[in-house]
């Protein structure tokens, strides 16, 4: 078994566990991983609609000089793209590294075509020289760090160029 595929049997079973000791405790099902759904194009469409609203916050933020607060809409939009597939392919996701895990996974198993790059920019750093524009370390660097504009506009229009493409991607994915 792969890393990924084991990541999302942990997910799976995390979910299981929680859902019950809920039941158990007579409290409200909820959980903080991956539960195994019917598949779902119509939430599927709703997580891309709200990519590409994301995505239009991004370009007003940026107009308006909050660079900082736009890293953060990126990370969003581009997660709201991994959920749709997620949806599409008959999971709930309640845990980011869950829901990466499994995008990775259907990568691995040929089930989706997705460039590697999109999976690496949305997960942890193992070493600091792994990748060149990780959205989730920048996103946690602009929203818990105190710097207030983000230094390389270059950087943040390539993020946003990235954002367009993963939206494109997904929605291929999800319409096929």
Not at 74 to 83: A, E, G, K, P, Q
Not at 150 to 156: G, H, N, R
Request: net charge negative.
């Amino acid at each position: 078994m792969s890393q990924a595929s084991n990541q999302v049997k942990w997910c799976l079973d995390k979910a299981k566990k929680e859902i019950e000791e809920c039941e158990k405790l007579g409290k409200r099902k909820k959980h903080r991983g991956l539960l195994s759904i019917k598949p779902d194009i119509e939430t599927a469409k709703k997580h891309i609609e709200k990519a590409k609203h994301n995505l239009k916050a991004i370009n007003h933020l940026q107009k308006g000089n909050f660079s900082d607060i736009s890293i953060s809409m990126v990370f969003y939009s581009m997660y709201h793209c991994m959920l749709a597939i997620v949806a599409k392919f008959g999971y709930e996701s309640r845990n980011q590294t869950c829901t990466i895990s499994l995008i990775e996974y259907l990568k691995e198993e040929d089930k989706i075509e997705i460039d590697s790059k999109f999976i690496e920019m949305l997960k942890y750093i193992e070493a600091e020289d792994e990748q060149e524009s990780n959205v989730i370390e920048m996103r946690e660097e602009f929203t818990y760090g105190i710097e207030i504009p983000a230094k390389d506009k270059t950087e943040i229009k390539e993020l946003i160029e990235k954002c367009k493409e993963l939206i494109d991607i997904t929605s291929e994915i999800v319409h096929h």
